[in-house]
């Protein structure tokens, strides 16, 4: 019989969820000033291997506007990038109809990650007016980390956090990600194609972060939200 440590194990969906909300409680408070929207950017890579997530993201990004909805809303960008050196988004938008007939157009194409430019992209639209939060989900680093964490140091300067929801088993991804979630103030989750549900609840949490900040998101209703808010120690006094 062998001696050696077992192996530990990967952790699941549920438990990378409720990590992931307990780095979220314990931000500064992200609440917009004088009752205005706050604005979220929803940044996908949009190369040919991210397609089943882009329709599984299709479908649930309805729920980030339900979740801010009695909280004043919410604003969110789509921004993407795909084939060879396209990086494209919308206007700040604040109907679910709206987001989800422009994201139903894009069909995902072949390339490599513009992650740097997509951060450009964030500070340039937060130096203009503040952006809550930045989303992004992706499977892939293929660019130096340096520059990326230099960029993610930005925006965190910005006020800008960083949440990265990585979909894969990549593990020089997983550290890049890591990464620049933690230089930005922001938070890192992993998932899978079969945690949709996961990613809903994540991105419905961060919705609200965006709109109310912590406060708002230890108030966020449906029975998952109960069970993984359950799990939050209590506010540091």
Not at 47 to 68: H, V
Not at 184 to 190: I, K, Q, R
């Amino acid at each position: 019989m062998s001696n050696l440590p077992e192996k530990p194990k990967a952790p699941t969906a549920s438990a990378a969820v409720s990590a992931f909300l307990k780095r979220v409680e314990a931000m500064p408070q992200a609440r917009p000033a004088n009752g205005r929207r706050g604005r979220l950017v929803f940044a996908m890579d949009a190369t040919a291997s991210r397609q089943p997530s882009w329709d599984r993201a299709c479908r649930l990004q309805g729920e980030m506007f339900l979740a801010t909805r009695d909280m004043g809303g919410l604003a969110v960008q789509l921004a993407y990038y795909r084939g060879f050196m396209e990086l494209a988004a919308t206007p700040f938008l604040t109907d679910s109809a709206d987001l989800t007939r422009r994201m139903t157009g894009v069909q995902c194409l072949g390339g490599q990650t513009q992650i740097g430019r997509l951060l450009q992209h964030v500070l340039a639209e937060s130096r203009q007016d503040r952006v809550n939060a930045l989303v992004f989900v992706g499977d892939a680093v293929e660019e130096p980390i340096d520059p990326l964490c230099h960029l993610a140091g930005q925006l965190g300067l910005q006020g800008t956090p960083i949440f990265v929801f990585h979909e894969g088993d990549n593990a020089q991804a997983g550290a890049g990600f890591r990464q620049l979630a933690r230089i930005s103030g922001g938070a890192y989750a992993p998932f899978d194609g079969a945690s949709a549900g996961a990613l809903a609840e994540l991105l419905r949490a961060v919705a609200v972060f965006a709109a109310g900040g912590r406060a708002a998101l230890t108030r966020l209703g449906g029975q998952a939200a109960q069970r993984i808010a359950g799990q939050l120690p209590a506010p540091k006094r």
